[in-house]
């Protein structure tokens, strides 16, 4: 056998990957993160029931907590350049009356239950509480009124959404990491830090309480 042959045979050959109208050579390719999602499992009749209200509940109101957060580093990106004080204030009530125009009516139109998911899914979002971003835009006092008022409805505006202790939101992380795969939603990334698999791994080995 020639030396030169068993050198060949046992070499690692590279392989490099052009893509179209680009000039540099790779030797791989980066992928987007691909989660493998397992098959949905309920204990009881009512456990599948509840997951899909909350799925329908979940759908629908994500793209009122993605706009608002995309709404948020709008203002928060064009507050950077106005240098007066006198002029942001101005800016910020002009974009206030705009926010609100393209909220409040559907807002209205929302059950108790997904305004409080909406509530969640804006800290999500923004990292930061509905409470404190009425307080941020408007003045202490307003955001006050605005939590009594949602109180009346049992919605807490200072509400956050909290995967790793509470059943339900790790529940409507799943919804949307799904939604997002097949492409039902928009994906947004959460600005909060946590792993959706290690979210999984930790709720199949500890099953949620009661109060959960």
Do not use: C
């Amino acid at each position: 056998m020639n030396p030169k042959d068993s050198i060949a045979n046992d070499s690692i050959e590279d392989y490099y990957v052009r893509f179209e109208g680009d000039s540099i050579l790779m030797s791989s390719i980066e992928l987007d993160e691909v989660y493998i999602f397992g098959k949905l499992e309920f204990t009881n009749r009512n456990d599948k029931l509840r997951y899909y209200i909350l799925r329908r509940k979940t759908l629908k109101v994500y793209p009122y907590a993605k706009l608002a957060a995309e709404r948020l580093v709008e203002l928060n990106d064009s507050l950077q350049l106005i240098k007066k004080r006198r002029h942001q204030r101005r800016y910020t009530r002009k974009v206030q009356k705009y926010i609100e125009g393209e909220f409040s009516e559907e807002l209205k139109k929302l059950t108790r239950t997904e305004g409080q998911i909406l509530v969640k899914l804006i800290h999500r979002q923004t990292g930061t509480t509905a409470f404190d971003l009425v307080k941020e835009l408007r003045s202490g006092w307003r955001a006050f009124w605005y939590n009594t008022t949602a109180s009346l409805f049992k919605i807490s505006l200072k509400e956050e959404f909290q995967p790793e202790e509470i059943h339900e939101d790790y529940l409507i992380e799943d919804i949307l990491q799904r939604a997002f795969a097949a492409s039902r939603l928009e994906r947004q990334e959460s600005v909060l830090d946590y792993d959706y698999a290690q979210l999984t791994n930790k709720w199949k080995s500890r099953p949620p309480s009661t109060g959960n």
